[in-house]
T-cell receptor
Framework: ELKVEQNPLFLSMQEGKNYTIYCNYSTTSDRLYWYRQDPGKSLESLFVLLSNGAVKQEGRLMASLDTKARLSTLHITAAVHDLSATYFCAPGDYNNNDMRFGAGTRLTVKP | GAVVSQHPSRVICKSGTSVKIECRSLDFQATTMFWYRQFPKQSLMLMATSNEGSKATYEQGVEKDKFLINHASLTLSTLTVTSAHPEDSSFYIC?????????????FGPGTRLTVL
């Protein structure tokens, strides 16, 4: 069974600082998704990483995927308060129905 | 594009009653829809996979007789929580897979918050 580990689970940052969230998974997957969830809301898709070595950036967030290491990272650059949310990673396969979520990283950005 | 809606967004019911939640893909056809449950401060847990025109596949530990899933059309799946009890109170999120899209990606609905008194 696919296991997904995110760390850290809780992250408190000062505005302007950088940090990386890590997502390790236990079995082969050919893609990985990152989502953001605000309190009381559903998931918002951030990135879909489709191949080994894929790197995508949107604003202050950058995600990468290493399928050989079964590792994805979400890097936060110069954090701002608006980034405060819970971030989930979820490995998946094109033809596989299963998408298992990590436990989530609750990010709080303090002024 | 790729919008998924859920109805209702919030429901409060008495213990013992049944509650139906609808999940619709608004602008694409979804042969497969998924139902997740999320308890406070926890991650999403897959409950079942719903395929149009066939029986749903339930995850281990999810009672199929309690959580009835119907996927009667390519744009609608329903989850009925039968004889709901307070421990069923949770945030229920559906997703729909867009097979016609470039990435075969799942798109998530806005969620339904169920409170059982």
């Amino acid at each position: 069974e696919l296991k997904v580990e995110q760390n850290p689970l809780f992250l408190s940052m000062q505005e302007g600082k950088n940090y990386t969230i890590y997502c390790n998974y236990s079995t082969t997957s050919d893609r990985l998704y990152w989502y953001r969830q605000d309190p009381g809301k559903s998931l918002e898709s951030l990135f879909v990483l489709l191949s080994n070595g894929a790197v995508k950036q949107e604003g202050r967030l950058m995600a990468s995927l290493d399928t050989k290491a079964r590792l994805s990272t979400l890097h936060i650059t110069a954090a701002v308060h608006d980034l405060s949310a819970t971030y989930f990673c979820a490995p998946g396969d094109y033809n596989n129905n299963d998408m298992r979520f990590g436990a989530g990283t609750r990010l709080t950005v303090k002024p | 594009g790729a919008v998924v809606s859920q109805h209702p967004s919030r429901v409060i019911c008495k213990s013992g009653t049944s509650v139906k939640i609808e999940c619709r893909s608004l602008d694409f056809q979804a042969t497969t829809m998924f139902w997740y449950r999320q308890f406070p401060k926890q991650s999403l847990m897959l409950m079942a996979t719903s395929n149009e025109g066939s029986k749903a596949t339930y995850e281990q530990g999810v009672e199929k007789d309690k959580f009835l899933i119907n996927h009667a059309s390519l744009t609608l799946s329903t989850l009925t929580v039968t004889s709901a009890h307070p421990e069923d109170s949770s945030f229920y999120i559906c997703s729909a897979r867009d097979r016609g899209g470039p990435n075969n990606e799942q798109f998530f609905g806005p969620g339904t918050r169920l409170t059982v008194l």
